[in-house]
């Protein structure tokens, strides 16, 4: 099995780098767009003073849950 068996790239929701926080105010319509498409990709973590992935958080949290 392939990624691209399970994940699609969606080209609707690429905005040509990054968002911009100006849009709000300048394109509100873009955006509204591009909060609608807004996946988290980074967390700080303070222990190690770098940014973690958002799957080694995803792993962070379901550790927690795990051991509650």
Do not use: T, Y
């Amino acid at each position: 099995m392939k990624i691209s068996d399970l994940v699609r790239f969606n080209d609707e929701r690429f905005f040509d780098g990054a968002v911009q926080l100006r849009w709000v105010r300048e394109r509100p319509e873009l955006a509204r767009e591009a909060a609608s498409a807004f996946v988290f990709h980074g967390h700080p973590d303070p222990e190690r003073k770098r940014r973690l992935s958002a799957p080694d958080r995803a792993k962070q949290l379901d550790a927690g849950v795990q051991a509650a």
